[in-house]
């Protein structure tokens, strides 16, 4: 079993700031990908950014210069630091992970959401 604990998520007003976090635990060998999502109602999840084992990153070109992804490999943690917010920033954000587990079962895991609502 895998859990994906997604936290910081809430309102903040256009303009502001806000720094998401997502922690995995259970039967974790290694994670390589860990990464953000996002998705509104009526829309297809997209990817809002990626960071791999060795921090190689991948944004979304909608965030660019913007939000920063980075990870904490001890503590296998990926972060979200989302500047200079959007109200089209509103969304549920999911955090996503590619575990490979003690038993050798590789699949992607994803986080249950936190909502950020971006508006004055």
């Known amino acids: 079993q895998v859990q994906l604990v997604e936290s910081g998520g809430g309102l903040v007003q256009p303009g502001g700031s806000l720094r998401l976090s997502c922690a995995a635990s259970?039967?974790?060998?290694?994670?390589?990908?860990m990464g953000w999502y996002r998705q509104t109602p009526g829309k297809e999840r997209e990817l809002v950014a990626t960071?791999?084992?060795?921090?190689?990153?991948n944004y979304a070109e909608s965030v660019k210069g913007r939000f920063t992804i980075s990870r904490d490999n001890a503590k296998i943690t990926v972060y979200l630091q989302m500047n200079s917010l959007k109200p089209e920033d509103t969304a549920v954000y999911y955090c996503?992970?590619?575990?490979?587990?003690?038993?050798?079962?590789?699949?992607?895991?994803w986080g249950k959401g936190t909502l950020v609502t971006v508006s004055s």
């Open positions: 996503h992970a590619y575990v490979v587990t003690h038993t050798n079962y590789v699949a992607n895991y």
């Open positions: 259970g039967s974790i060998f290694s994670v390589n990908t």
């Open positions: 960071i791999t084992s060795s921090g190689t990153t």
